[in-house]
């Protein structure tokens, strides 16, 4: 008698296809409890980019394109936010073409972790800086396997 993984016991086999597609939809909704999670951080993140808008918005005229610029991220983030929880797929797009400049100007999905800083009575700013970065390219490399996932899959509901 041929002996059975846990999740084939229940399942002879013909049907195997009926268990992988079962074990597929297991893997998806992983993934999507990952990107509801970077959705609602990305909507958190707008406190930290409007403490710099309204930092730069004290300053002269000469400013004003990157005022522009931190408006129009802004409204990309919301999007990207709103998007990814609703499972877009110009959300994810959106989340990758705005990657590098998360990258350049800081806005870091996991930015309430600077918070920490206030709780140690030495200086961990680049420490805190470098593991939000890491944590960041980490969020990428997700976001793109559960972007694919749900691309490859048959019945997907990614539109």
């Not at 959300?91 to 990758?96: E, P, V």
């Not at 100007?105 to 939000?132: A, D, G, K, P």
């Not at 972007?147 to 019945?155: A, E, I, N």
Request: with cysteine; glycine share 4%; charged share 20%.
């Amino acid at each position: 008698m041929r002996k059975f993984i846990h999740w084939q016991k229940a399942v002879p086999f013909g049907k195997r296809l009926f268990t992988r597609t079962v074990m597929a939809k297991r893997k998806r909704m992983r993934y999507r409890t990952w990107i509801i999670v970077f959705g609602i951080l990305d909507i958190l993140t707008l406190e930290k980019l409007v403490k710099q808008i309204v930092v730069l918005s004290h300053d002269d005229t000469r400013i004003q394109f990157i005022q522009f610029l931190f408006v129009a991220f802004l409204l990309a983030i919301i999007g990207t936010g709103i998007l990814l929880i609703k499972n877009k797929s110009l959300g994810y797009y959106l989340s990758f073409a705005i990657f590098p400049i998360r990258l350049i100007w800081t806005v870091l999905s996991f930015s309430f972790l600077f918070y920490l800083n206030r709780l140690f009575e030495t200086n961990i700013i680049m420490h805190l800086t470098i593991f939000c970065v890491i944590m960041e390219i980490g969020r990428l490399v997700i976001t793109i396997l559960a972007f694919r996932s749900m691309k490859k899959l048959p019945g997907h509901n990614i539109k």
